[in-house]
């Protein structure tokens, strides 16, 4: 990043913000299609809409009838939705990014090039998301997120190589292709042979469809308040903050979602076993797996965030980048901010196992008021980047930051 004018970062930032589209459009399928594998694989015969005390089940062995029928919805719905989101980048982004233009000082048509490589990234990453949905769902969590970490090295390594060639933008958005590409080859090669032959799109259980689709569309439902919680910071921030600013506020929140993402890795690889808990009602057990990840979550992020924090201004006098991460007041603030979300998030994911989504009008309700109260602010106030992270944190914590872990504790006679 030091090799990267902050105005350019600030667009890589931009761009970055476009992937959460892809975990938009995936609409809630990524998380129902782990769980219903999870629910095959444990010898469910059908799947319900909605809870699981219905589900026929269990003679002890996987059902690799219905886990064929779930894969070929998967691969069937993913390929659909890229193209979809394919289009919306081409017309909408395109219209967005082009608006922002007046602001940057640097080559348009390199910018528009690394736009197009952008675009084919996430039509590849969303594409493809159905076999990493499949393989966690049947237990190769391990193997999945083997893969993840080495795309991970090559990302980093890839993009060093480029930014040093100075390719700037473009070399960023390669770096990611490329390491995209990696993973999803990998995992193609682990799916075949998992699955000897997956059935075509004229094969689909339409009843099967509509029986996943309903929570589905929920948590989707639920998706798209995450992103206006998460993500329109920077959409909007985009018309009220200098590029600078927008790379402060991208590098900060980007490093408190990397730690988020890391002090969940305990809830995640469990998730398969917490659903497989939940259908086979040994509660003791479900209770005793997730206070042992709720542990681990506390622990790594309250710890990498004590380092983020405290390191900030170090990193800054090395040169880390030409952008600056936030002062310590406000990653203070956005510690409290992303720990109180995290925590809800799991607790959400949760009772997801129930086979119920109480979660989505609330989210919906609350992206909604972050989005309004953010503007306000912006509009009415001098409050700049406070802005940002006042809008979501005092939203969120009107509700669903205590709801959803009261929920989970009620439940578990906490």
Not at 238 to 256: A, D, N, T
Not at 263 to 289: C, G, M, W, Y
Request: charged share 15%; proline share 2%; aromatic share 14%.
């Amino acid at each position: 990043m030091r090799h990267l004018a902050s105005e350019t970062l600030g667009f890589w930032i931009i761009f970055n913000s476009f992937n959460a589209i892809v975990f938009l459009l995936d609409f809630g399928f990524n998380s129902t299609f782990t769980r219903n594998v999870a629910y095959a694989l444990s010898g469910a015969k059908n799947i319900q809409k909605t809870g699981i005390s219905e589900i026929e089940i269990f003679d002890g062995k996987a059902n690799d009838e219905l886990l064929n029928k779930i894969l070929i919805i998967m691969k069937y719905y993913y390929k659909v939705v890229a193209l979809v989101l394919s289009l919306i980048l081409v017309v909408f982004g395109t219209i967005y990014i082009s608006s922002m233009l007046s602001k940057f000082g640097g080559s348009k048509l390199h910018l528009y090039i690394a736009w197009s490589i952008q675009i084919v990234t996430c039509f590849v990453s969303l594409y493809s998301q159905y076999m990493e949905s499949y393989l966690i769902g049947i237990g190769r969590i391990f193997e999945v997120k083997k893969i993840l970490f080495v795309s991970q090295i090559i990302l980093l390594a890839s993009t060093v190589v480029f930014v040093y060639l100075e390719l700037g933008l473009i070399g960023v958005i390669m770096a990611q292709l490329i390491s995209i590409l990696f993973s999803r080859l990998s995992l193609k090669l682990i799916l075949n042979n998992e699955v000897v032959n997956i059935g075509n799109d004229d094969q689909i259980d339409l009843k099967l469809l509509k029986n996943i689709s309903p929570n589905a569309l929920k948590v989707g439902a639920t998706n798209v308040g995450g992103f206006l919680v998460s993500k329109s910071s920077i959409f909007i921030g985009g018309f009220y903050l200098s590029l600078p600013e927008i790379s402060s506020v991208g590098l900060s929140y980007q490093v408190f979602s990397l730690i988020s993402t890391l002090s969940v890795i305990s809830f995640n690889t469990s998730f398969p076993q917490l659903s497989a808990l939940r259908i086979d009602s040994r509660i003791h057990e479900l209770k005793k797996v997730y206070y042992t990840c709720s542990k681990h979550f506390v622990l790594i992020f309250i710890t990498l965030s004590f380092i983020f924090i405290t390191s900030s201004e170090i990193l800054q006098l090395l040169e880390f980048s030409e952008a600056s991460f936030l002062p310590k007041e406000f990653l203070i603030l956005l510690f409290f901010v992303f720990f109180l979300e995290q925590n809800h998030a799991n607790a959400a994911k949760f009772l997801l196992t129930k086979n119920i989504v109480p979660f989505y009008g609330p989210s919906i309700v609350s992206g909604f008021f972050v989005l309004v109260i953010m503007i306000i602010f912006f509009e009415f106030t001098s409050l700049g980047i406070w802005s940002v992270i006042l809008s979501q944190g005092l939203v969120q914590l009107l509700y669903q930051n205590w709801k959803w872990p009261y929920m989970v504790y009620k439940e578990l006679n906490v």
